[in-house]
């Protein structure tokens, strides 16, 4: 999502790979099918070392970089290697992994702990899980949070920005916060377990949770429309490693200008003063979960044992 352009802007235009996909990224996500394996996701952008990443020493997805933003069928063997190499030094069974058409995803030699299945040619709606719902709830739950922070800012008479390290934040906690059961339902709608079609409103309402929130703070669309704004963007192509190795030379040392200033790394001392107002905010409202101040406190543990 560009999140310097009015919200207004998707009500009448879709991002076909012009102007609206200049800030862009690719996802790839993967999880088992009963949802508790879900695999960190890969985040792919344009810049190898976006101004937003200096300081910054972890990220909670995987990230890599290609000039289009692409996926290519080098950096989904990449991935699928070093699965395959952690499968191994963790002693995990086999996998066997369902894949669709995409054209980065070809036949990838040499894996030993790794099986790959692909969908049959044009049937990715009907047989692929992920397409059954998830992907939907994925994308809400991420647009949802470049929205929240987009209205954030222009309440705080800032111009809106979303940068790669925000995005892949908003990655993080929207792939972590689907449910297990909204997943095994998409693989049971899929065909698999039977077929069986239990449970299968849950997706749709997860999907729609929270949004409902938004409409009366902002110009905000059609939910659907928001959702599939981006359905017809290329995201990947076969490439060599020779043009692989070519295409990030030429742009390994470039960076987004567009990008706001990176922060300076906050000292601990200004980090716990932080989970303290945090801790006063959730106080001062009624009916508060225990498991939030739990975090807080797994949070401030983290610090001091730093």
Same mark, same amino acid.
């Given at each position: 999502?560009?999140?310097?352009?009015?919200?207004?802007?998707?009500?009448?235009?879709?991002?076909?790979?012009?102007?609206?996909?200049?800030?862009?990224?690719? /996802?790839?996500?993967?999880?088992?099918?009963?949802?508790?394996?879900?695999?960190?996701?890969?985040?792919?952008?344009?810049?190898?070392?976006? #101004?937003?990443?200096?300081? /910054?020493?972890?990220?909670?997805?995987?990230?890599?970089?290609?000039?289009?933003?692409?996926?290519?069928?080098?950096?989904?063997?990449?991935?699928?290697?070093?699965?395959?190499?952690? *499968?191994?030094?963790?002693?995990?069974?086999?996998?066997?992994?369902?894949?669709?058409?995409?054209?980065?995803? &070809?036949?990838?030699?040499?894996?030993?702990?790794?099986?790959?299945?692909?969908?049959?040619?044009?049937?990715?709606?009907? *047989?692929?899980?992920?397409?059954? !719902?998830?992907?939907?709830?994925?994308?809400?739950?991420?647009?949802? #949070?470049?929205?929240?922070?987009?209205?954030?800012?222009?309440?705080? @008479?800032?111009?809106?920005?979303?940068?790669?390290?925000?995005?892949?934040?908003?990655?993080?906690?929207?792939?972590?916060?689907?449910?297990?059961?909204?997943?095994?339902?998409?693989?049971?709608?899929?065909?698999?377990?039977?077929?069986?079609? @239990?449970?299968?409103?849950?997706?749709?309402?997860?999907?729609?949770?929270?949004?409902?929130?938004?409409? !009366?703070?902002? @110009?905000?669309?059609?939910?659907?429309?928001?959702?599939?704004?981006?359905?017809?963007?290329?995201?990947?192509?076969?490439?060599?490693?020779?043009? &692989? /190795?070519?295409?990030? &030379?030429?742009?390994?040392?470039?960076?987004?200008?567009?990008?706001?200033?990176?922060?300076?790394?906050?000292?601990?001392?200004?980090? /716990?003063?932080?989970?303290?107002?945090?801790?006063?905010?959730?106080?001062?409202?009624?009916?508060?979960?225990?498991?939030?101040?739990?975090?807080?406190?797994?949070?401030?543990?983290?610090?001091?044992?730093?």
């Amino acid at each position: 999502m560009p999140a310097d352009e009015s919200l207004a802007t998707y009500k009448t235009e879709r991002c076909r790979g012009g102007e609206l996909s200049k800030d862009r990224l690719t /996802v790839l996500v993967c999880t088992n099918s009963t949802g508790s394996d879900k695999r960190k996701p890969l985040v792919i952008g344009k810049y190898a070392k976006p #101004r937003c990443f200096d300081n /910054v020493k972890t990220l909670p997805c995987i990230y890599a970089s290609q000039s289009r933003a692409w996926m290519t069928s080098v950096q989904f063997s990449t991935w699928l290697h070093d699965w395959d190499k952690e *499968l191994e030094a963790r002693k995990k069974p086999n996998i066997l992994l369902f894949v669709d058409n995409c054209a980065a995803h &070809l036949k990838v030699d040499h894996l030993n702990h790794i099986k790959i299945i692909y969908f049959p040619p044009k049937t990715n709606s009907e *047989l692929q899980p992920l397409d059954r !719902g998830v992907k939907t709830v994925f994308r809400q739950g991420y647009r949802r #949070r470049a929205v929240q922070l987009y209205l954030q800012e222009m309440a705080a @008479s800032k111009k809106p920005k979303v940068t790669v390290l925000d995005a892949i934040h908003f990655v993080h906690a929207s792939w972590r916060d689907i449910k297990p059961a909204t997943i095994e339902n998409c693989f049971k709608k899929a065909g698999f377990f039977g077929g069986s079609q @239990s449970g299968s409103q849950a997706t749709q309402v997860e999907s729609e949770m929270g949004w409902e929130t938004l409409v !009366g703070e902002g @110009s905000v669309p059609e939910l659907d429309m928001f959702l599939d704004v981006d359905n017809n963007l290329v995201t990947s192509e076969i490439t060599s490693h020779e043009s &692989l /190795v070519e295409d990030n &030379l030429s742009h390994a040392e470039e960076e987004d200008e567009d990008e706001p200033a990176p922060r300076s790394a906050p000292k601990s001392a200004e980090v /716990v003063d932080a989970l303290k107002l945090i801790r006063h905010f959730f106080t001062c409202i009624p009916n508060v979960e225990d498991d939030v101040f739990d975090k807080i406190s797994y949070l401030e543990n983290s610090i001091f044992q730093k």
